[in-house]
């Protein structure tokens, strides 16, 4: 595992494993605040960050090029709108999730499908969403924003 | 073990979940949330008050183990009382509408027995 730290930016290479996403989420909690990032914006990465490592870990079937994921957070403190944004990068087969039509939900619990939820979580949470497939890797960036002062 | 439960009648038991709900906490407690909701016709008051992160994992093990106490007879009702976060994930993933979520504990209990 590695962790570099510069000025707005930090960086984590990870094992796509189950048991490291609790170890993403401490390393992001600590890196925002560091970087005085609000726990509302932290709470939402994190919401946004667990999602979307549930869906390479779970999803994949292990065909990735590589067994790590990259997470880069990158925080833009401006005069009035911040912006903290974590971009996951991982070396298995194209998968765009903005491109994913997500199907209306059973409001009757005897018929409701208890997953697929974790896109419309990721979609709730984040303020700004992009995907882009680059040099082999899917690229999710995900983004919270917050105005100094609330 | 950030699960526990109460017998606060014959058939109404309230479970207690703590902590964080991600990967890591909902494997920790998904064999004892699921012997907890086994019984037949058993009203069950799931107090989340106390979780402090709810990702769709741990959404899908209420979801789960809430239509397997349906399938038994029983009903499954969820407390949450001023946890913000957690009633804002649940309101904003339908949750509310499968399972009827209440912030007032006596208006839980109450609904879970009806």
Request: glycine residues 6%.
């Amino acid at each position: 595992m590695t962790l570099s730290v510069l000025d707005s930016v930090a960086e984590l290479l990870l094992p796509a494993k189950e048991s490291e996403v609790r170890h993403a989420s401490t390393w992001l909690d600590s890196a925002c605040r560091e970087r005085g990032v609000p726990p509302e914006q932290i709470n939402r990465l994190d919401i946004c960050l667990n999602e979307a490592l549930a869906n390479i870990i779970f999803h994949t079937g292990g065909a990735c090029l590589s067994p790590n994921i990259r997470l880069h957070l990158d925080v833009q403190l401006g005069q009035s709108i911040n912006e903290a944004s974590i971009t996951v990068s991982d070396t298995c087969p194209p998968f765009d999730p903005l491109a994913v039509v997500l199907k209306p939900r059973s409001q009757i619990l005897a018929e409701v499908e208890p997953g697929g939820l974790g896109l419309t979580m990721i979609r709730t949470y984040s303020d700004k969403l992009s995907y882009r497939y680059n040099e082999g890797c899917n690229q999710l960036k995900f983004s919270t924003r917050w105005i100094e002062g609330r | 073990m950030p699960i526990d439960f109460e017998d606060e009648t014959d058939n109404l038991r309230r479970i207690s979940i703590s902590e964080r709900l991600d990967i890591q906490g909902t494997e920790e407690i998904a064999t004892k949330f699921a012997a907890l909701t086994a019984s037949a016709n058993r009203r069950v008051v799931l107090d989340l008050t106390n979780v402090t992160f709810l990702a769709s994992i741990g959404i899908r093990a209420v979801i789960t183990n809430a239509k397997a106490l349906q399938q038994r007879g029983g009903k499954m009702v969820l407390f949450v009382g001023n946890n913000q976060a957690v009633t804002k994930t649940l309101e904003t993933t339908g949750i509310d509408v499968l399972i009827p979520m209440f912030a007032d504990a006596a208006e839980a209990e109450k609904a879970a027995l009806a």
